[in-house]
């Protein structure tokens, strides 16, 4: 409701049993708030900078102070208040890209993920405790310092420029290049919402088109691939490979996942072979982790260790420093593999070590009758819209696949043969231990 307040308006007011507000037509933000119980309140109604909405600024009862007396001391706090959002806007906010980078950084390392911040000024000290997207978000800064430079105005950066960096970016990884864009991007939102820039000039780059054209490990060869694994100098990175295989879960994720359950982390539940992650959106709201149950194999392939060791230092994939590997260390383990399939140039190309997914994919998809959704389920995706993006052309080369057996089997040879055949399921490796359960 919005009135020209005056005294006499103000004293004739009722109650109505809930909370209302009475605006000024001729006073902005000045307001009377009338309680469920019908105390009256003169108030300021402000949005300080930062915030999603209006904050109540209580001047005083209405049976206290006359209506022209509060109006007057609202004119007042709104010059204050003004006044402090000037200042915020030019003096105390970053001017720099070094000094919006760092603040927002900081603000996500305390707040929303609760680890120790590390700023670029101590290079030597690791941030390998931090959660993965803190770390990618850590690097794609370092590159735009080293582009712009760490005393470049910030309030100078235009889409123009941002796109100059993309396109060099580009040169040296088309996807790293579009990343960097989007992990910049809430360090300028953060700029727009203190009213230091216009616009979020990330909003206006063009982005690469990305290429989904990833394959998966050809199945006919798994075995022969894991084989080669199994034979690597390190053993836990090897494990890791494996494991990631026969879960379809990221690498990253893989990485990171812990033997005791410290109350808010990723941890394996050996004695009932589960995976219990807590990274993902929804466990905020419902406190219920994702659950990913393990096969056999998953579970051999996790390093055997003591439970002093394993206290010492709880990563499932561990290091002699008490952390767990990196991913470049993963990445050594199944490049090593791959390179000693001798893959044609052009398909090795597609095989990355993130691929580890697709081959699950592979894998589950060529063995089971299994439909999109529950694909999609078991590789932790909300939706089919990345299982069709990603791996629908594997249904294709099934159909392909059958098609050519139906051909040669009628003496029919013109159909061409596939890059991957339906795998028995004898091929994939298997531990010594389960085949002898088996015989046994």
Request: glycine content about 4%; aromatic content about 8%.
């Amino acid at each position: 409701m919005t009135e020209k307040l005056t005294q006499t308006l103000v004293e004739r007011l009722k109650k109505t049993g809930k909370q209302y507000y009475v605006r000024s037509s001729d006073r902005t933000g000045f307001a009377v708030r009338i309680s469920p119980a019908g105390r009256k309140t003169y108030t300021l109604r402000y949005r300080h900078p930062g915030a999603k909405g209006e904050k109540d600024h209580d001047i005083g009862l209405t049976s206290e102070m006359s209506c022209d007396a509060a109006m007057r001391k609202a004119r007042e706090m709104r010059v204050e208040f003004d006044k402090a959002k000037e200042k915020v806007t030019t003096e105390d906010a970053p001017q720099t890209l070094f000094s919006v980078f760092e603040q927002h950084l900081q603000k996500q390392c305390q707040g929303k993920y609760k680890v120790e911040y590390i700023p670029h000024t101590e290079p030597h000290r690791r941030t390998r405790e931090w959660p993965h997207h803190l770390q990618a978000k850590h690097r794609a800064y370092l590159r735009a310092y080293e582009y712009f430079g760490r005393d470049f105005d910030a309030r100078k950066v235009t889409s123009l420029l941002l796109e100059e960096y993309h396109s060099k970016r580009s040169q040296v990884a088309l996807v790293g290049a579009n990343q960097d864009i989007l992990l910049m991007s809430p360090a300028f939102a953060y700029l727009v919402k203190h009213r230091i820039i216009a616009d979020n000039p990330c909003k206006y780059v063009e982005r690469n088109e990305e290429d989904p054209d990833k394959r998966h490990i050809p199945l006919d060869r798994l075995d022969e691939f894991i084989g080669y694994l199994d034979e690597y100098a390190n053993i836990v990175a090897a494990s890791a490979v494996k494991f990631c295989i026969y879960t379809g879960i990221r690498k990253m994720r893989a990485l990171e996942l812990k033997l005791i359950d410290e109350g808010d982390n990723n941890f394996i539940d050996i004695q009932n072979r589960i995976v219990n992650m807590r990274d993902h959106k929804s466990y905020r709201t419902t406190k219920q982790p994702e659950r990913i149950y393990l096969s056999n194999l998953a579970a051999e392939t996790i390093p055997k260790r003591s439970d002093a060791h394993i206290k010492k230092n709880p990563h499932a994939f561990y290091t002699r420093d008490g952390t767990h590997i990196s991913e470049k260390t993963f990445d050594n383990a199944f490049n090593y593999a791959k390179k000693k399939l001798k893959l044609p140039a052009a398909l090795a190309k597609k095989i990355t070590p993130y691929c580890t997914r697709h081959t699950f994919a592979a894998v589950t998809k060529s063995r089971t009758k299994v439909d999109n959704m529950t694909l999609a389920k078991l590789m932790s995706h909300s939706d089919t819209q990345m299982v069709e993006k990603h791996y629908l052309k594997l249904e294709e080369e099934m159909e392909q696949e059958k098609r050519r057996v139906i051909a040669l089997a009628f003496g029919e040879q013109t159909l061409p043969s596939v890059e991957i055949p339906f795998p028995k399921m004898a091929s994939i490796h298997q531990p010594d231990s389960l085949k002898s359960e088996k015989t046994e």
